[in-house]
Each structure stands twice: as structure tokens, then as C-alpha cells.
């Protein structure tokens, strides 16, 4: 037992040792959720994580702690949303318990009414009766009428407990799938939303002949203005962008976060052309914005977006989509950035600058 013990210290350590090696080669600081993240790569508890982190240093060669921040939250935070949920859930199978408990009790106590009335009834059938004996009976019916009205006021008192109990309870399970949906930094859809809703809006386009369109946005030299300026003023960048797809995009759109600085908006029953008109809408109010920092009130000049546009066409997947509009995006990237290209280039430009 003892050998199994110093061999898993020995493995932990080893780990930690290749955590901080990752972190000093990749990473721009040690911070606790950084080493989380790492030390979830190298023990290969998440696949998907994993995966994603593998993609990021081929694009970039490094992680910023916007990517690791993101990265935690997409993968690592989710437990304690699931526990949440369980405490949740718990209670309120405690509260339905307890409200099946006061209704066994409630049928138990109409049946030794109805039965008391049945041999009432019996009685007044097969008896003589006398003054005596009726106001017996009607004492009788009284005193059990009397219980049941009481049992029955108990309930109605706990029913109505449980009611209020049962709504704060529904309102905090919807809180926190909200909370499962929803990217943190900028309150918009996370990519788990994001991947929900255009394999949705993909299915509903296939069945029923509808146009749909897929925006993809990627902040120009995010990078270079994170490290720049810091970590805090890129989060800045970030709500702003968020800020304005929700004034562009319009109230049927769904829009997402799914990257560090990757965007996507997508949009059931709208053409290319009219999702063309709405990306270059938040392009350009993006370039309108004048960036400040708020601790000192600096001028950061401003910053701009590359837009991909892809429209649904016959035999699209969710993933052939996205894959078209990151190709528009990628061609937007190369030919300059701070443009809008969309899928009417024709597939052999778009492969050519993949």
C-alpha cells in the first residue's frame, strides 16, 4: 500500500513538473486556473480539452489567459454546475416526497370518512331510530367532518409551501442551464449553445426548404492588443464586440462566443445577402468604436473584426457550414482583414487561401 502511495506521489509530481514546463513554454503566467487547465492536459482527463488546446497552439503557438480562461469554463467548470443541479434536483424530490406523503394522508383520511358515512348509513337502514340515536349520528358526522376539514386546511397549507418552494426551485434549475449555455466574459451563447442551435436551425433549414446564414468573426491582432495593453483591457475588446453583434444581429439570431476571440451569430430564415448586410453592420460599428482604458482614461484607438459568411445550401451539415464560413473568415484574413467575404467566392477561392 505503501509502494502504490509513493508511486502516486512520484506520478503527481512528475506531473506537476511537466505542467510547469508547458505553462512557462505556452502560457503567459501561472495563474491557478492556468495550472488547472494544464495539469487536465497532461493527465489526459479531458479529451476534448485537450483537443481544443492542440488547435490553439497550432494557430497561435501560445495561450493566452483569455484562452485559458475560456478553456476552464468550457471544460473544467462544469461540475460545478452539475452539482448544483443535483442539490437542486434533490430538494425537490425531498418537496415532491413530502407533498405525495400529505396526499396519502389525505386520501387515507376521505376513505375513513366515507367509510364512517357508509356505516352511518348502514345503521340508519337496519336500526330503529330513535331522537337518542340521531343526534348520536349527527355528532358522529360532525366530529368526522370537523377532521377531515382539518386535515384537509394542513394541506392546502403545505401544498401551498411546497408550490412556492417548487417555483424557486424550477427558477434556480433554469438559472443555472442558463448558466451552462452562457459564456461568462461576455454573456453570450458558449460554443455548447452555439453547436446546439446551428444543428437546429440546420435541421429545421433541410426539412422544411427555409434559408438560414452562419456569421463567423475573428478579432484582427487580438493577440498582439491583449499582450499589449493586458489581459483586463482584451476582456474590454471582447464585451465590446459582444455589445455590438447584440445591437446588429437583430432579436432572432443567436449569438455566441466559441472561441477566445471567435464569434458566430447564426441566423434561421435569412439569405446570404441579408446576412452579408448584418455582418458588415457590426464590422463596421465595431470600427466605430473608440476604445478607452478605464483605469487611466488612455485612448486604445480601435479595433477591428474579419468577417466569414456562409448560407445554407442543399446537403449542408452543421459542420460543413461552419467549415465554409471559418473559410470566408480565413480568405477576409488574408486579403487584408477588416472585411466581410461570404460563400458567393465559390469554393476554389475559398480552398485556395485555406
Known amino acids: ?37 494544464w495539469y487536465s492536459y497532461v493527465a489526459g482527463e479531458h479529451p476534448l480539452m485537450n483537443d481544443a488546446i492542440k488547435r490553439l497552439i497550432t494557430q497561435k503557438q501560445t495561450l493566452t489567459e483569455t484562452d485559458t480562461d475560456t478553456l476552464f469554463e468550457q471544460h473544467l467548470a462544469g461540475g ?14 425531498s418537496e415532491i416526497a413530502g407533498v405525495m406523503e400529505m396526499l396519502d394522508l389525505s386520501v387515507d383520511s376521505a376513505a375513513a370518512y366515507n367509510a364512517s358515512l357508509s356505516s352511518i348509513s348502514q345503521d340508519l337502514t337496519h336500526n330503529a331510530v330513535t331522537r337518542e340515536r340521531v343526534r348520536e349520528i349527527v355528532g358522529s358526522v360532525v366530529a368526522k ?3 377531515v376539514a382539518t386535515s384537509n386546511r394542513v394541506l392546502e ?42 444543428r437546429a436551425c440546420v435541421d429545421a433549414a433541410t426539412q422544411t426548404g427555409t434559408a438560414m446564414s452562419l456569421i463567423v468573426l475573428d ?17 474590454q475588446v ?7 453583434m447584440r445591437e446588429s444581429a437583430g432579436n432572432h439570431a443567436t449569438l455566441s462566443r466559441f472561441g477566445g476571440e471567435e464569434f458566430g451569430i447564426v441566423l434561421p430564415g435569412l439569405d446570404r445577402t441579408e446576412a452579408r448586410g448584418i455582418a458588415e453592420a457590426v464590422r463596421q460599428n465595431v470600427m466605430g468604436r473608440d476604445l478607452v482604458k478605464r483605469s487611466t482614461g488612455e485612448s486604445l484607438g ?9 448560407a445554407y445550401k442543399a446537403g449542408d451539415s452543421p459542420v460543413s457550414l461552419l467549415e465554409r ?16 467575404i461570404d460563400d458567393s467566392v465559390g469554393a476554389d477561392a475559398l480552398q485556395h487561401v485555406a
Open 1 to 37: 500500500m505503501n509502494q502504490e502511495r509513493h508511486a502516486d506521489r512520484d506520478y503527481s509530481f512528475a506531473l506537476a513538473q511537466r505542467v510547469q514546463e508547458l505553462m512557462r513554454d505556452y502560457g503567459p503566467s501561472a495563474t491557478p486556473r492556468a495550472y488547472t487547465v
Open 145 to 147: 367532518t370537523r377532521e
Open 302 to 310: 480601435r479595433v477591428s473584426v474579419s468577417v466569414g459568411v456562409a
Open 157 to 198: 397549507a403545505r401544498m401551498r409551501e411546497s408550490r412556492a418552494e417548487i417555483e424557486m426551485l424550477r427558477e434556480k434549475l433554469e438559472a443555472t442551464r442558463l448558466e451552462s449555455l452562457t459564456d461568462p466574459l461576455t454573456g453570450l451563447s458558449n460554443r455548447k449553445h452555439f453547436e446546439e442551435m446551428l
Open 238 to 244: 471582447l464585451r465590446l464586440v459582444a455589445i455590438v
Open 219 to 235: 478579432i484582427d491582432f487580438f493577440k498582439r492588443f491583449n499582450d499589449l495593453y493586458g489581459h483586463l483591457t482584451g476582456d
Open 325 to 340: 464560413a471559418d473559410l470566408c473568415m480565413f480568405a477576409a484574413k488574408r486579403a487584408g482583414r477588416n472585411r466581410t
Open 80 to 93: 460545478r454546475l452539475a452539482h448544483m443541479a443535483g442539490e437542486t434536483s434533490a430538494t425537490m424530490l
